[in-house]
């Protein structure tokens, strides 16, 4: 099911079944990096402006950052002509059922310049041994991934935003081909086009959002799941993308340096920012959450 709106048969979250969260990061190498073209509002302005060894140090960093705090790390090699790979939230949906069975959801990007990066991955996840999975041929519209459909940390239970880069559609055919129920969100704002951008679980019962990025049936759906709810400020969430950021244990929270209204709120809550430099790669329209992609 793909619920839009607080419903009286909701699933109620302790009854959905239990998945252990992802406990390795994926990530693609910088080299080709820079901005080549505006598909994002945040482009605009930064054709040409990237500091390719400032980038490389800041990948370096988070690298080492995921590292440090206990997660395997792998890396696929970023191609020629495809700038935006390096944001390797996109390009797929990794999942695990409560079975224990693994596949992927490839996706279909929205912006021709980004297409081809999918196939890469593809390729990396049948050497995973996932069952890989393309978009239904009859199936109209486009779907980024982990852009826009994140996991309830610990839960089978898709988040899914649309609007911008995904097709609402899609979500449809996905809960009906692979069982899990879908709180599907409106984006509302051109500056938040991914769900990764205004949205964060941290664990199963809270969520960094920026409240700004969604309608009242949204907000109404992340109050209804997530018993509490963290809201960074406009500026931290728009400027130094503060809702970009990821938890990965439900302890630590990976974040973009310069977030300090929201570092106290994850403090005061019991979280442990760990600051990260992604300046570069804002110049694109992504931070921490675009740069990896959890797997199991």
Not at 84 to 95: E, H, K, R
Not at 134 to 154: K, N, Q
Not at 204 to 210: G, R
Request: aromatic letters at 10%; charged letters at 20%.
């Amino acid at each position: 099911m793909v619920y839009t709106h607080v419903t009286g048969d909701l699933p109620p979250l302790e009854a959905l079944p239990e998945i252990p969260r992802p406990n390795r990061v994926l990530m693609t190498t910088p080299s080709h990096f820079r901005v080549a073209y505006v598909i994002n509002p945040h482009m605009a302005g930064n054709i040409g402006s990237v500091d390719t060894d400032k980038a490389q140090q800041e990948w370096d960093a988070l690298r080492d950052t995921y590292s440090d705090l206990g997660v395997e790390v792998s890396a696929v090699e970023g191609a020629a002509g495809l700038p935006d790979m390096v944001f390797c939230a996109n390009q797929t949906l990794p999942y695990q059922t409560p079975g224990g069975a693994r596949g992927v959801i490839l996706s279909r990007m929205h912006a021709p310049e980004r297409k081809p990066e999918v196939q890469h991955y593809a390729t990396f996840f049948e050497g995973q041994s996932y069952e890989v999975h393309a978009l239904d041929a009859d199936l109209p519209g486009d779907f980024e991934g982990m852009g826009d459909a994140l996991w309830h940390p610990g839960r089978y239970l898709l988040w899914g935003g649309y609007g911008y880069r995904t097709d609402a559609e899609v979500y449809h055919r996905l809960s009906t081909a692979l069982g899990f129920p879908i709180a599907a969100l409106a984006l509302t704002d051109p500056d938040f086009y991914h769900l990764d951008t205004c949205l964060c679980p941290l664990d199963e019962h809270t969520a960094l959002i920026y409240p700004g990025a969604f309608d009242d049936d949204g907000l109404g759906l992340i109050h209804h799941y997530f018993s509490r709810v963290l809201e960074a400020p406009e500026d931290e969430a728009r400027n130094l993308f503060a809702c970009n950021a990821h938890s990965p244990d439900g302890e630590h929270v990976i974040i973009q340096r310069g977030c300090d209204e929201t570092n106290k709120q994850l403090r005061e809550a019991g979280y442990t920012p760990v600051e990260v430099d992604t300046d570069e790669f804002l110049k694109s329209g992504g931070s921490v959450f675009c740069m990896k992609l959890m797997y199991w």
